[in-house]
């Protein structure tokens, strides 16, 4: 049995009709979950993972073998503390970890779907997700919390789901994608496309993978993720195990070798047709025109209360972006909070360990859980 399939999955069988016009019914949803359902159920947190993340935050991946993507956030004591909270995580549809994605068979042909797969969107990632309340029988969360794309479904969930959440972190993300990071994205999803194995989306079925584009996709968005100054820092233009230049194409620097091994990794773990899917569904992200251009609407039926977090090296979902949707809601007079944490470590920040990021985390959700007992 492959493992992808030995996970925890909900097969959801009521039909869910995407924005681009198809209707699929009968998916799975990969997830895990992490803590304890309290007897109120009122103690239930749904964490969004951002685009090459997964439903296993923290603990070890029982696939890749390698520490959760959220291991310095989430856990006992930890601040999504699973000794007090019940922690829900899914795979995103389209994603590659279990749930209904690209790489699952098409049962009409007997063949992976490739790019047969439907295009979907961050409303279609979160509308899959809500049967995870069901399943649960979850009638109100306590948080919806997420980075990055993360962050983006969790201003949709709001959007969609106005009563079904006392509170709400989105980190580090925006209430629509810029043009920026839509080129960002073409570029990756160009240079998986230019691989003579991807074979238009069905490499899958001809046993073949398009390694070389998809490790060059990672290289050039792991860029993004850090900052200039803390580049400069950690790597410089030191020289890769040796005193002088080679006057060649080899890995001279060694931000180059720790460029070529993030690029070379990620092809073990993740699905080519996935990278595409959903930096499309990112770009398609825009919240802001679902609401006629008043982002303010989006949010003005609900009475979550939001805590907004920007970086202030985040190049990538800069401060100013994240603001935004802070001013949405003050011009409602939405209760919301916002702060932005000092740290030289990029987009990423959200997923190291940030002392002052991690301590705002811990003392918001404490001070609002016990609010609501």
Not at 105 to 126: A, E, Q, S
Request: glycine letters at 8%; hydrophobic letters at 40%; charged letters at 25%.
């Amino acid at each position: 049995m492959n493992k992808i399939e030995k996970v925890k999955k909900l097969i959801v069988e009521k039909p869910l009709k995407l924005d681009c016009g198809k209707t699929i019914q009968n998916f799975p949803l990969a997830y895990e979950t992490y803590g304890k359902l309290n007897e109120k159920k009122d103690n239930a947190i749904l964490v969004f993972h951002a685009l090459t993340g997964d439903q296993f935050a923290c603990g070890i991946n029982p696939i890749t073998k390698k520490e959760g993507w959220w291991s310095h956030a989430l856990g006992p004591g930890k601040s999504i503390d699973t000794n007090k909270f019940f922690v829900i995580c899914a795979n995103v549809i389209g994603g590659c970890m279990g749930s209904y994605g690209p790489s699952h068979l098409d049962d009409k042909v007997d063949k992976p779907f490739g790019t047969n797969f439907p295009v979907i969107t961050i409303n279609d990632m979160v509308n899959a997700q809500y049967n995870l309340l069901e399943a649960f029988k979850i009638k109100k969360l306590f948080s919806v919390i997420g980075g990055s794309m993360g962050g983006m479904q969790v201003l949709q969930f709001v959007s969609n789901f106005p009563d079904s959440s006392h509170t709400a972190i989105p980190i580090a993300c925006t209430a629509s994608h810029s043009a920026q990071n839509i080129a960002l994205n073409e570029l990756g999803r160009q240079s998986i496309m230019a691989d003579h194995n991807w074979m238009n989306g069905f490499y899958a079925e001809k046993q073949k993978v398009p390694d070389k584009g998809l490790a060059v996709a990672r290289m050039a968005a792991h860029i993004t993720y850090l900052s200039k100054k803390g580049l400069q820092e950690k790597f410089g233009r030191k020289l890769q195990e040796r005193d002088d230049l080679k006057f060649g194409f080899d890995a001279d620097f060694q931000i180059e070798s720790y460029l070529r091994y993030q690029g070379s990794v990620f092809v073990d773990r993740f699905d080519a047709n996935s990278y595409l899917y959903i930096t499309r569904a990112m770009d398609y992200f825009d919240l802001t025109k679902q609401y006629e251009g008043n982002l303010s609407k989006a949010f003005e039926k609900s009475e979550t209360k939001f805590f907004i977090i920007s970086f202030t090296s985040d190049w990538l979902y800069p401060t100013s972006e994240n603001r935004d949707i802070v001013i949405a809601l003050n011009a409602i007079g939405k209760d919301v909070g916002f702060v932005e944490i000092t740290s030289d470590k990029g987009h990423d920040s959200f997923l190291l360990d940030v002392p002052d990021f991690l301590n705002a985390v811990k003392n918001y959700l404490n001070m609002s859980y016990k609010k609501i007992q």
